[in-house]
């Protein structure tokens, strides 16, 4: 079936993870728009890249997620290049671990403002062009921990369980739009994120996994680009477990 939404924001599109999806999308036709923090080199090669590759267009568009102005001048930038935006994957994300005895204001803040509000941030810039297009689709990055909790995460499992609470009260507002909001829980995937995990406890994970392998950026990646097509348009409101691991 041909994939009828054409304009895909992948929000953190430059390493790991969302670089993945941006590959994945523009492999299957999308105009691909890569936000972007920091990483604007890299972002500007995957954009480079892809669009040779995949002969589409790639827009690397700096802004921080946790900045709604910032925001609504990304998807200005969008709208202005493409005239549309089809898929929102709000997959940008930070770690900022410390037990809550240590954990700083600042800590809680910026995971809680990147995770969560910059979900809320991207939503609802995106809202009213997905409604009067009356087609849509968010698919928003969560994680396990959002569900059952992890030590020294306490900001993180926040967040992350308020994105698939928020998306789910998101998939009910927006079905009479025809906009699907789904959920992504990436299994324990090898990226700069987790680098930052010490190698026992990163050890110590990886003899829990089933499959005997990380989950890579690709697997993740493969699910959203399902949800994304027309092959998953009776989906809203559902939470997809990319992972081995029994829970
Ligand atoms: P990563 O390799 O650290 O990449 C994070 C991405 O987010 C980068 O593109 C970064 O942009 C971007 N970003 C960070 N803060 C931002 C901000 N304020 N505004 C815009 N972009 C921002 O992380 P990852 O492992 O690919 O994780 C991607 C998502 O999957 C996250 O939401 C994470 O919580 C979730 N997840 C990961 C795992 C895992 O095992 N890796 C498991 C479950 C869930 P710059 O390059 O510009 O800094």
Redo the contacts with the bound molecule.
């Keep these: 079936m041909e994939n009828p939404y054409k304009v895909a924001l992948v929000?953190?599109?430059?390493?790991?993870?969302?670089a993945a999806i941006v590959r994945k999308l523009a492999a299957g036709g999308f105009n691909v728009v890569i936000?972007?923090?920091?990483?604007g080199q890299?972002a500007g090669e995957l954009a480079q890249a892809v669009s040779s590759q995949f002969k589409v267009e790639a827009l690397p568009v700096q802004?921080?997620?946790?900045l709604f102005s910032q925001v609504t001048e990304m998807v200005r930038q969008v709208q202005e290049k493409f005239g549309r935006i089809d898929v929102l994957v709000n997959?940008?994300?930070?770690t900022r671990d410390a037990l809550l005895a240590r954990m700083t204001e600042e800590d809680w803040d910026r995971v809680i403002n990147?995770?969560l509000k910059?979900v809320f941030n991207c939503s609802k810039a995106v809202l009213k062009i997905m409604q009067k297009q009356r087609q849509g689709r968010i698919i928003n990055?969560?994680?396990?921990v959002g569900l059952r909790g992890q030590v020294g995460q306490s900001n993180y499992t926040a967040a992350?369980a308020g994105v698939i609470a928020f998306s789910k009260s998101l998939a009910l507002e927006l079905a009479r739009w025809n906009i699907n909001v789904n959920v992504v829980?990436?299994g324990?995937?090898e990226?700069?994120?987790?680098m930052q995990i010490p190698a026992g406890a990163r050890n110590k994970i990886m003899e829990q996994i089933p499959l005997c392998r990380p989950?890579s950026?690709e697997d993740v990646a493969g699910v959203v680009n399902y949800l994304a097509s027309g092959e998953a348009n009776y989906i809203t409101g559902q939470v997809f477990h990319v992972d081995c691991r029994v829970v």
């Excluded at 929000?11 to 969302?18: A, D, E, F, L, P």
């Excluded at 936000?35 to 990483?39: A, E």
């Design positions: 929000t953190g599109g430059s390493r790991g993870i969302g936000n972007y923090k920091n990483s890299v802004a921080d997620v946790s997959n940008a994300g930070i990147t995770n910059g990055i969560s994680s396990i992350k829980i990436p324990f995937t990226t700069d994120m987790t989950c950026p």
